[in-house]
């Protein structure tokens, strides 16, 4: 059975930093782009960012570009969310999202894991 | 960037009925499509995707059709468990989505 379970969110102050886990199993997850994608409360839906199967590729919208780092270890079935000086905005459930090669929707999403961004 | 302007913002219908979403790209995404159901407490679960492509285990109630910068997605047959938000999604470039339907039983 597929399984994408994230962790790592919690409250965490304006400035700071915060890294986001995903725990991947059910499928060769190295065989997989992955993705982070984003939902502030009663929002709708945005891409964060993208990384190949073999982590050096990766890919940011301007919203979190030079704030937000992406990044797996293969090893461990596992993607990583880096994030720095964090704003309000930021606030949000964010969920990791499986892409397969040569395809680009997202194919299977966890259940996310929320984020706050206040003082 | 690629916008997607997506309507209505929510709909209200009875059991057995039809129900048609839309979706309009800024310009062209070549069917570069997918269409995403969400319920109430739950991520996003992928229903449709190159536009007309059913995924798998989606019931055959759900299609989606259009080209160029015009889509939709139509549930026929209305049932209980499609209550949820629907959202699109373009892939041409990068990613970008639409701001959801709210669907509710009349």
């Known amino acids: 059975e597929v399984q994408l379970v994230e962790s790592g969110g919690g409250l965490v102050q304006p400035g700071r930093s915060l890294k986001l886990s995903c725990a991947a199993s059910?499928?060769?997850?190295?065989?997989?782009?992955m993705a982070w994608v984003r939902q502030a409360p009663k929002k709708g839906l945005e891409w964060v960012a993208t990384?190949?199967?073999?982590?050096?590729?990766?890919y940011y919208p301007d919203s979190v570009k030079g704030r937000f780092t992406i990044s797996r270890d293969n090893a461990k079935s596992s993607l990583y969310l880096q994030m720095n000086s964090l704003k309000s905005e930021d606030t949000a459930t964010y969920y990791c999202a499986r892409r397969e090669l040569g395809y680009w929707y997202f194919d299977f999403w966890g259940p996310g894991t929320m984020v706050t961004v206040s003082s | 960037d690629i916008q997607m302007t997506q309507s209505p913002a929510s709909l209200s219908a009875s059991l057995g009925e039809t129900v048609t979403i839309e979706c309009r790209a800024s310009?062209?995404?070549?069917?570069?499509l997918a269409w995403y159901q969400q319920k109430p407490g739950n991520s996003p679960q992928l229903l449709i995707y190159?536009?007309?492509s059913l995924a798998d285990g989606v019931p055959s109630r759900f299609s989606g059709s259009g080209s160029g910068t015009q889509y939709s997605l139509k549930i026929n047959s209305l049932q209980s468990e499609d209550v949820a938000s629907y959202f699109c999604q373009q892939y041409n470039n990068y990613y970008t989505f639409g701001a959801g339907t709210k669907l509710e039983l009349k």
């Open positions: 310009e062209d995404i070549y069917s570069n």
């Open positions: 059910g499928f060769t997850f190295s065989n997989y782009y």
């Open positions: 990384i190949s199967t073999s982590g050096s590729r990766t």
């Open positions: 190159d536009a007309n």
